[in-house]
């Protein structure tokens, strides 16, 4: 299956406002997410990703998510690639999500 973009409008729609449960995963690295990000999000680094990856469940619906979709989309290709069957690339991030005005975690 291919890797399916998702806009946050979409994410809200389809995740965030329902009771489908997923795995929402921020591939910025470190410093990054602990400035600010996505609520509910867990870090597994792009530079880390490889060796971390097993850490997701297979299970559910994968959401990956970076500052503007370019990381996450290697991210997602790389779990598609590995057998992912429902993978999804935040396509406008971390920037995205902040141009709404929408609430963020931080530290």
Known sequence: MAVQELTV?????LFKNS???YSLVDVREVDE???VRVPDTINIPLSEFQFRFSEIPTDKP????C???VRSMMAARFMDANGYDEVYN???GTVGWLKRGLAVEQG
Do not use: R
């Open 62 to 65: 994968l959401i990956l998510v």
């Open 19 to 21: 009771d489908k449960d």
């Open 90 to 92: 935040f396509t406008e």
């Open 67 to 69: 500052q503007t979709g």
């Open 9 to 13: 409008e979409q994410y809200q729609e």
């Open 33 to 35: 997410f602990k400035n």
